[in-house]
Each structure stands twice: as C-alpha cells, then as structure tokens.
C-alpha cells in the first residue's frame, strides 16, 4: 500500500512561486511513476505533469510546460512540483497520483491519490 501526502500550498500573489512537495510511504516510491492533477472549483480534475520513475521522462499540459516543472528525489521518497509566475487561474486543489507505469495524463489509471493541497492565487 502506498499513502501519498500533498505539502507546501498556499496564498499567494499573482507572479509569485510555489513547490509543491508529495511525500510517499512505502518501499516502492523509487519504483512509482508520479503526476499532478488539479481541481479547480466547480471544475473536473486535470492533469499537470507527469514523471516517470527514474525521472528519465516527464511530460506536462502544453498550457503549463514551461512555467512548472517537475522533478523527484527517490532517497527522500518525494516528488516536487515547481511552480512560477503563478496566475490566479492556477487556483486549484493540486493532488498527487502514483502508478507503477507512466500515464501521463491519463488520470483513471493511477493507483494511488493523495488528498490534495489547496493552492490560492489572488490578482
């Protein structure tokens, strides 16, 4: 079983950064391909990013490439997501999903959520 937990959100002004954190439990993190989804209010979740176990391969939204990144450290069983330039549109609850295989953006075949961390972006 792998527990995710989801850190470091906030409010923040618009143009400012933020890094998200997802934490793992168990043995297998080194092992899990890791995304970000987002749910904006009254909204349907959408995919952020993706990275694959090694980190040999990440993809993103095309909307975000470019201001966001994502990266991972297997000894500290964490996955982080980088955001800059932050928009008020980017307000949003951001969870994080693992798989054993790399979906990408496909968000009905991972395995594993976490709960999600709310970030605000005021104007």
């Known amino acids: 079983q792998v527990q995710l937990v989801e850190s470091g959100g906030g409010l923040v002004q618009a143009g400012d950064s933020l890094r998200l954190s997802c934490t793992a439990s168990?043995?297998?993190?080194?092992?899990?391909?890791i995304a970000w989804f987002r749910q904006a209010p009254g909204k349907e979740r959408v995919f952020v990013a993706a990275?694959?176990?090694?980190?040999?391969?990440?993809d993103y939204a095309d909307s975000l490439e470019g201001r966001f990144a994502i990266s991972r450290d297997n000894d500290k069983n964490t996955v982080y997501l980088r955001m800059d330039s932050l928009k008020p549109e980017d307000t949003a609850v951001y969870f994080c999903?693992?798989?054993?295989?790399?979906?990408?953006?496909?968000?009905?075949?991972?395995?594993?959520w976490g709960q999600g961390t709310q970030v605000t972006v005021s104007s």
């Open positions: 999903a693992a798989s054993l295989r790399f979906y990408a953006s496909y968000a009905h075949k991972y395995e594993y």
């Open positions: 990275i694959s176990w090694s980190a040999g391969r990440t």
């Open positions: 168990g043995e297998i993190f080194s092992r899990l391909a």
